[in-house]
Antibody, heavy 124, light 111 residues
C-alpha cells in the first residue's frame, strides 16, 4: 500500500526558506504516469496546489509561487522535496504531499494518496 | 476567491441524499473530464472520493457518485450517514497557467 510522509521544521522565520521532504513507501517514485505533488492549506481555509514533479525532475509550479518554489526528486531514496524561499506569515499552512496522476503526459488529474500533512508556521 | 465555486455549506438528515455543486468555466470543468472530489475530516488529510468526473476509487462506497453538466460538476451522496459529515473539495485540470484548480470547499452537516 502506497504511503507518503512529510517531514520538516514546524516553525520558520519570516524571510527564511521553508524546506520539506516527502518519503514515499510501498511503491516506487519512478512509476510512469504519476507526478508527485505538494498542496497546502492555510488554517481554516481551502487548498492550493503548489506544484508537482516527475521522477525525471520535470516540474510544474503554480504561477503565483513559481518565483519562490523549487522541487527536487531523489529516486534512489524514493523521496521528493519542496523549497519555498522568502516566506511570510501568508505561507503558514498545513503542507501535504501526494501522488498526482497525469494522463497522456499532459492532463493533470487526481491526487491520491495524500500524506498526513505537516503544519508549518511562519513566525519570528 | 477560489477559482472553482462551491457552496459554503450543505446539510441533510441521515438517509437522505445531498448534492454539492462545483462550478468552473469552459477552460476547466466545461471541457475536461479531469474533475476529482476529496473528503476531509477535521484534522485529517484529504481522501479521494471521485476522480475523472464519475469514477470511484477502490474501497469508496457506491453511495458517492459524481457527474458533470456544462461548466458544473456535482457530487451526490445518497443514504447520508453521520460519518459523511466532513468538508468536501472539488478539483479540476485547467488550460490556464495554473493547471490545477481547487474549489473553496463545502462543509456537509448531517443533522
Amino acid at each position: 500500500q502506497l504511503q507518503l510522509q512529510e517531514s520538516g521544521p514546524g516553525l520558520v522565520k519570516p524571510s527564511e526558506t521553508l524546506s520539506l521532504m516527502c518519503i514515499v513507501s510501498g511503491g516506487s517514485i519512478s512509476s510512469s504516469s504519476y507526478y508527485w505533488g505538494w498542496i497546502r492549506q492555510p488554517p481554516g481555509k481551502g487548498m492550493e496546489w503548489i506544484g508537482s514533479i516527475f521522477n525525471s525532475g520535470s516540474t510544474y509550479y503554480t504561477p503565483s509561487l513559481k518565483s519562490r518554489v523549487t522541487m527536487f526528486v531523489d529516486t534512489s531514496k524514493n523521496e521528493f522535496s519542496l523549497r519555498l524561499t522568502s516566506v511570510t506569515a501568508a505561507d503558514t499552512a498545513v503542507y501535504y504531499c501526494a501522488r498526482h496522476k497525469r494522463w497522456g503526459g499532459y492532463y493533470f488529474s487526481w491526487f491520491d494518496p495524500w500524506g498526513q500533512g505537516t503544519l508549518v508556521t511562519v513566525s519570528s | 476567491q477560489s477559482a472553482l465555486t462551491q457552496p459554503a455549506s450543505v446539510s441533510g438528515s441521515p438517509g437522505q441524499s445531498i448534492t454539492i455543486s462545483c462550478t468552473g468555466t469552459s477552460s476547466d470543468i466545461g471541457t475536461y473530464v479531469y474533475v476529482s472530489w476529496y473528503q476531509q475530516h477535521p484534522g485529517k488529510a484529504p481522501k479521494l472520493m471521485i476522480y475523472d468526473v464519475s469514477d470511484r476509487p477502490s474501497g469508496i462506497s457506491n453511495r458517492f457518485s459524481g457527474s458533470k453538466s456544462g461548466n458544473t460538476a456535482s457530487l451526490t451522496i445518497s443514504g447520508l450517514q453521520a460519518e459523511d459529515e466532513a468538508d468536501y473539495y472539488c478539483s479540476s485540470y485547467t488550460t490556464s497557467s495554473t493547471l490545477v484548480l481547487f474549489g473553496g470547499g463545502t462543509r456537509l452537516t448531517v443533522l
